[in-house]
């Protein structure tokens, strides 16, 4: 079993990143990437745990890029962290993702919400080097009694309905591709069925070849909340644009209840195989070192 899709305190996740790795390898898998959104922060801290464990540490991080007045997930897999176009990207994001956070906290003054950047800040294991999002607000406002729980906090302020949500600066997928292919590392398709699994599956194929035309490398044919019959038709998809299949449980520990590492919501087992196949393209994408002379 592996798990290509997972997020610790580096951005919303509660495990650090040492510890999901000893997690991963407490469970018997063969290999956990690390996909924090938008920071590569805990990587270091990530390879330096899997050095000695049985356990491969995959390199990663999750970009939410705009789609259609919409957004879509990229997860760049095999990625060097040390990648400094890669690292400007993400600084880019997360300098827009700081002044959202201030937007959103104005908006929740408005309405009689206070919370300090002090308090939101404290809802993040990893202190201050950490990305926030809106779980953290999410985390905040139950603790200070403004919400009873995290459905109520999104429907209520912080999702797209919601009335202190803020849009942030998305780049676009191919951009993204574009850097995570200069990286050397993948770019897949998170959970193609969207956060609930609900978009239809003809808007589902037509992403993903549009997607492919921008050089997407392979998408998440196994996640958390994948039915069986969304696994068969992203994996007919798979082969009909050439792509990779992969696949994570999006575990973000007690900030997502009910989905655990490698099995996500209770049925998900991704085939091992599926490493190879991924580290293979990643290293089709990899320049040689010295440039080749005639
Ligand atoms: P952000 O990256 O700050 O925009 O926050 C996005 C994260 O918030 C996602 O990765 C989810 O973990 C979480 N999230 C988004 N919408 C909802 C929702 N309606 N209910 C619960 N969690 C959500
Ligand atoms: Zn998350
Ligand atoms: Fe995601
Ligand atoms: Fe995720």
Not at 33 to 62: K, N, Q, R, W, Y
Not at 134 to 149: G, M, N, Q, V
Not at 164 to 185: C, D, M, N, Q, S
Not at 241 to 260: C, K, Q, R, T
């Amino acid at each position: 079993m592996i798990d290509l899709h997972t997020h610790s305190s580096a951005s919303d996740g509660t495990l650090a990143p040492e510890t999901l790795l000893a997690a991963a390898a407490r469970r018997g898998l063969r290999a956990v990437a690390l996909t924090d959104h938008d920071t590569m922060a805990g990587v270091p801290e990530f390879l330096a745990a899997g050095a000695g464990s049985d356990t491969i540490p995959v390199p990663g991080v999750e970009v939410a890029c705009s789609w259609y007045g919409g957004s879509l997930h990229l997860l760049g897999l095999f990625v060097d962290h040390q990648n400094s176009e890669l690292q400007a990207l993400l600084g880019e994001i997360r300098e827009a993702r700081e002044r959202r956070n201030q937007k959103i906290l104005r908006r929740l003054a408005e309405q009689g919400v206070a919370l300090s950047p002090a308090s939101l800040r404290a809802e993040s294991q990893a202190g201050d080097g950490g990305v926030i999002g809106r779980p953290h607000f999410a985390r905040a406002l139950i603790r200070f009694r403004h919400c009873t729980d995290r459905n109520q906090a999104f429907a209520q302020y912080l999702g797209r309905q919601g009335s202190a949500y803020v849009r942030r600066f998305l780049p676009l997928p191919k951009i993204a591709v574009e850097t995570i292919h200069r990286a050397g590392g993948v770019a897949i398709l998170a959970h193609p069925f969207g956060g609930g699994g609900r978009v239809a599956p003809a808007a589902v194929r037509q992403k993903l070849q549009k997607l492919a035309g921008l050089g997407l490398d392979g998408v998440e044919a196994y996640y958390c909340d994948a039915n069986p019959g969304q696994e068969r038709q992203v994996l007919q998809w798979v082969e009909e644009f050439s792509l990779v299949a992969s696949g994570g449980s999006d575990f973000h520990g007690d900030n997502a209840p009910g989905i655990e590492l490698g099995r996500g919501a209770g049925r998900l087992a991704v085939p091992d195989a599926l490493l190879d196949d991924l580290r293979g393209r990643a290293e089709g994408w990899r320049k040689p070192a010295v440039p080749l002379r005639a």
